[in-house]
């Protein structure tokens, strides 16, 4: 069992940055692939980012690529975000796969945190 505990999350306004961190506990979090979701009011959740269990591949939604960051160490995942928009306003899902890699679909992950609300001000 893997417990994943999200942080990070605010309110800021756009062209901004904030930093995400997922905190895993349980089984050996280093064995697993990792990746970010989010959901938008009356939106189905969307992928944003996952990271492979060595962290040396990553792979990103369009929607976010060149302005957000995914990475882990030991301890944590991140999701540095930057250059934020109105659009990026969601809850953020860190969730957790049972394989090496991961893909885009949440069929991928096994495990998921409650979520964190960011909100992008205009």
């Known amino acids: 069992q893997v417990q994943l505990v999200e942080s990070g999350g605010g309110l800021v306004q756009a062209g901004g940055s904030l930093r995400l961190s997922c905190a895993a506990s349980?089984?050996?979090?280093?064995?697993?692939?990792m990746g970010w979701f989010r959901q938008a009011p009356g939106k189905e959740r969307r992928f944003v980012a996952a990271?492979?269990?060595?962290?040396?591949n990553t792979y990103y939604a369009d929607s976010v690529k060149g302005r957000f960051t995914i990475s882990r160490d030991n301890a944590k995942m991140y999701l540095q975000m930057n250059s934020l928009k109105p659009e990026d306003t969601a809850v953020y899902y860190c969730?957790?796969?049972?394989?090496?890699?991961?893909?885009?679909?949440?069929?991928?992950?096994?495990?998921w945190g409650q979520g964190t609300q960011v909100t992008v001000s205009s």
């Open positions: 969730a957790a796969a049972v394989t090496y890699y991961s893909g885009s679909s949440s069929d991928d992950y096994k495990y």
């Open positions: 349980g089984r050996t979090f280093s064995n697993y692939a």
């Open positions: 990271v492979s269990w060595s962290g040396g």
